[in-house]
Nanobody
């Protein structure tokens, strides 16, 4: 399974971005997926996750109410819509996949990772 994230960039505080992650190599609908991020000097942290059917989602408190995770199984693509961005959202964002249906916030639960996309929010 290969993952490729895109959609990062530089945005002003209060702005929006939509991250995309194309998953190839296996049946995308068999994998639960998630987004994580890593800011400079910090560890990787959970952002959001979605089940393989898309009917269950989970969010970190830091992004809840400002972000929406969703997926298009027909297009093998995972998305993260981020609104009301804050400077503390600045990080490299990674998409990840796990071979089970359920959503989990722990990074070690995910076997497959993409190379990340940089999000920078200016104040």
């Amino acid at each position: 399974v290969q993952l490729q994230a895109s959609g990062g960039g530089l945005v002003q505080a209060g702005g929006s971005l939509r991250l995309s992650c194309v998953v190839t190599g296996r049946a995308f609908s068999n994998y639960a997926t998630g987004w994580f991020r890593q800011a400079p000097g910090k560890g990787r942290e959970f952002v959001a996750a979605i089940s393989w059917s898309g009917d269950t989602t989970m969010y970190a408190d830091s992004v809840k109410g400002r972000s929406t995770i969703f997926r298009d199984n027909a297009e093998n693509t995972l998305y993260l819509q981020m609104n009301s961005l804050k400077p503390e959202d600045t990080a490299v964002y990674y998409c990840a996949a796990r071979r089970y249906s359920g959503v989990r916030p722990e990074s070690y639960e995910y076997e497959y990772w993409g190379p990340g996309t940089q999000v920078t929010v200016s104040s």
